[in-house]
């Protein structure tokens, strides 16, 4: 079946380091990918996407593209703030469901 | 008002005890969806629901009912609460597909069952 396996966690930065959080994915057939993210007390919601291979998704200044070689999309940003500090959870789009992966703990200190 | 408002927020019962957890959304989505999510075990789907008359089971559904009263509606219960229902549920929507859209989440129910 289909299944998602991200980067465990937690994950302390400081401010302005890279980021790269892990997600590699198992599937059959041509799924969707996207990243979630949840801040502290709220529910998910959607960071970016991509629906086929070597698209690449994009939003508030993270990126992930979708390896269909690798079969992963790994999410990444160049600048990370202390306002990024979330969970964010890799999630593949099959039919009518999204599976989740188990989401990484990212902490980013002053 | 947020989209997907669930009710309650947060909730302590005893083990036994029947509770329900509600949602409603002003999306006008198809379709809703019950996760739980557990700490080190991501989101799981418990229940979706296409429209009111379409309700399928997810992959945790045991212990668990759904009612789908309306479109805009969408109940979960647990008609015998365990201690290891306690965890965060979340109700989701979509238009069309989750798996090639995208899903929007409520704020989260809190349970913790004694």
């Known amino acids: 079946g289909d299944s998602v396996t991200q980067m465990e966690g937690p994950v302390t930065l400081s401010e302005e380091a890279f980021l790269t959080i892990n997600c590699t994915y198992t599937?059959?057939?041509?799924?969707?990918l996207f990243w979630y993210v949840q801040y502290p007390g709220e529910g998910l919601q959607l960071l970016l996407k991509?629906?086929?291979?070597?698209d690449k998704g994009s939003n508030k200044g993270f990126e992930a593209t979708y390896r269909k070689e690798t079969t992963s999309f790994h999410l990444e940003k160049g600048s990370v703030q202390v306002s990024d500090s979330a969970v964010y959870f890799c999630?593949?789009?099959?039919?009518?469901?999204?599976?989740f992966g188990k989401g990484t703990l990212l902490t980013v200190n002053p | 008002d947020a989209d997907v408002t669930q009710t309650p927020r947060n909730r302590i019962t005893k083990t036994g005890k029947r509770i329900m957890l509600e949602c409603s959304q002003t999306?006008?989505?198809?379709?809703m969806y019950w996760y739980r999510q557990d700490p080190g075990l991501g989101l799981r789907l418990i229940y979706y629901s296409f429209d009111v008359k379409d309700i399928n089971k997810g992959e945790i559904s045991d212990g668990y009912s759904v009612s789908r009263q309306a479109q805009a509606k969408f109940s979960l219960s647990l008609e015998s609460a365990i201690p290891n229902q306690t965890a965060l549920y979340f109700c989701a929507t979509s238009f069309g597909d989750a798996g090639a859209g995208e899903l929007f989440f409520g704020e989260g129910s809190r349970l913790t069952v004694l």
């Open positions: 999306k006008g989505h198809d379709r």
């Open positions: 599937a059959t057939g041509y799924p969707s």
């Open positions: 991509a629906t086929k291979a070597d």
């Open positions: 999630a593949l789009g099959s039919n009518y469901k999204l599976t």
